[in-house]
């Protein structure tokens, strides 16, 4: 292991630990009537998430110079409403899925309708943290609006809920890569997107600045999902934590299916490469931001 | 019918009209992609609601000098919450409800899985509203942010959410009069004292009329539920749109069968006179208010 993928770990690791604390502390806790459904909530995000998308809120807010504590309600936010997703993906009606990340899935452990439940109820804490002055710090109240409207642009109907509405229509049936990179950038590439944005924004970004991190946030996060369709055929199954070719028995659309393994290597490589040169006005403070488009890419490779 | 009787339905018909023409333009709309998702998130929200929340809170900013016109765009996005909540309340997990309104429930005609994200998308759908200063006419960034933050309370874990899930967890087990009211005033009860507080925000109402709503809110909202479950068991199945006698079956705890027949309707008839007895420091102003509690709880007499 080299000794740049060496400090990216113990970055990673760090602010998974920085990140765990707040989520912790800004989630109701499991005392909190009812309690099943604080329990049921925290199960699903304290399940062993990477934490990329706050991560990459954190690094985007630091690589114009802001402040992790001012961004860390965000970043939670963004969390609880990627847990919310994931749930609800899960559930029967949906994917069908009785593992994530090595663990039962929400429902398996709560029945089907508290899970519901407590992706509701996630989703709204995203919004209960994120429109309470105390959270804010220095920041004015018209800034964490724009913030909440990024976020729930992004998770909303024509952001990530479109984009899973659209993954389910096109389950066993033949799907072209327009539509494959619709679906990817609304499911997945949305949230991710907007982690750049509100980290750029409340970093204090220039318009030249949050230009190149949205261009760097676009990239990233369809290389993200290049990868995991990668990762879904060629992982190691106890470091995927779900059954490996899961994507192919569902019928699902994926790059290695459209572009050959080859091909969607080629892909990821290129998307790592534009989100690289996308940070090139950035200096050493950007650097967390070029090693997390590396570690994407290249865990598939 | 009363002259009375008759002047609260006009009034009734004329916010009804009002409110569904602002739905219909801070909806998506129909054709927007993914089209499927749009259209299902429209046919729950327009499929013949009362639009009581709504109203209540129009009627709350009126009873203190505000406009109707700088309230509107939350009294949509409470309306999109109510509705999501029933989509998702209707699914098979939950109540397995087939018909609403004397309509289809969501998931008879789109699946369920789309209902579970329409229902997701309306919830968002409401934050993104709220958060766009667009919408937010005349008022300052920080008010409506105030507004964001009591709605999601609201309608999180610790309000609507946890109400369904306290309810769900009483199905068919003997519950007492303390746990029924805590289900009401969390299910039914903290969506109406929202719209209440809400609409006496953005009117500007001072600190003596701010909890002399709330008080009006208070009682209200669980007038509605009492008159809800006194309706299950004495209405005319058509006027319904449900089948009579459905909570019973389900083996939930209702007032009447706590309290009886004549003590529900006791009950109901008490926290009308709570809801009036609260307006006395309003004039004309609070007629509507007045008018509106006397409906929930005549309708079930």
Same mark, same amino acid.
């Given at each position: ?10 970055? +990673?690791k760090? !602010? ?41 809120? %954190?690094?985007? *807010? ?11 309600? =965000? =970043?939670?936010?963004?969390? +609880? ?22 663990? =039962?899935?929400?429902h ?6 508290? @899970?519901?439940?407590?992706g ?18 220095? #920041?004015?109240?018209?800034?964490? *609006? ?24 096109a ?18 590439? =949305? ?10 924004? %409340? ?5 030249q600045?949050?230009? @190149?991190? *949205? ?13 995991? &369709?990668?990762? &879904? ?10 059954d ?19 091909? #969607? !290597? ?36």
């Amino acid at each position: 292991m080299s000794s740049d993928q060496w400090q990216l770990q113990s970055y +990673m690791k760090e !602010r998974i630990q920085l990140i765990d604390l707040a989520l912790d502390r800004y989630l109701p806790g499991a005392e909190t009537l009812p309690t099943v459904l604080h329990d049921a909530m925290r199960y699903s995000v304290f399940a062993g998430g990477k934490r990329i998308r706050p991560i990459l809120m %954190l690094a985007a *807010c630091e690589a114009v110079g802001g402040e992790v504590k001012n961004v860390m309600p =965000a =970043a939670c936010a963004i969390e +609880m409403i990627h847990s919310y997703s994931l749930v609800h993906d899960d559930l029967p009606a949906m994917d069908d899925d009785d593992l994530r990340r090595g663990n =039962a899935t929400n429902h398996k452990v709560y029945g089907e309708a508290t @899970a519901i439940l407590a992706g509701d109820g996630l989703l709204t804490e995203a919004f209960i943290l994120l429109s309470n002055p105390d959270t804010w710090g220095d #920041a004015p109240a018209d800034k964490y *609006c724009e913030v909440l409207h990024i976020l729930a642009k992004s998770a909303g109907s024509r952001g990530m809920v479109g984009g899973q509405v659209v993954d389910m229509e096109a389950e066993a049936k033949p799907v072209d890569l327009p539509t494959l990179e619709y679906i990817h950038t609304h499911k997945t590439g =949305a949230l991710i997107l907007a982690a750049i944005e509100i980290g750029a924004l %409340l970093g204090g970004a220039s318009e030249q600045q949050h230009r @190149a991190l *949205c261009r760097y946030g676009e990239a990233a996060g369809l290389a993200f999902q290049v990868a995991d &369709d990668i990762l &879904d055929i060629v992982a190691d199954p106890s470091q995927l934590g779900k059954d490996i070719g899961s994507d192919q028995q569902r019928g699902k659309a994926t790059y290695p299916a459209l572009l050959g393994l080859a091909g #969607a !290597r080629q892909r990821a490589s290129e998307l790592r490469e534009l989100a690289f040169s996308s940070l090139d006005i950035f200096g050493d403070s950007a650097r967390p931001l070029r090693e997390i488009a590396s570690y994407i890419v290249n865990r598939s490779c």
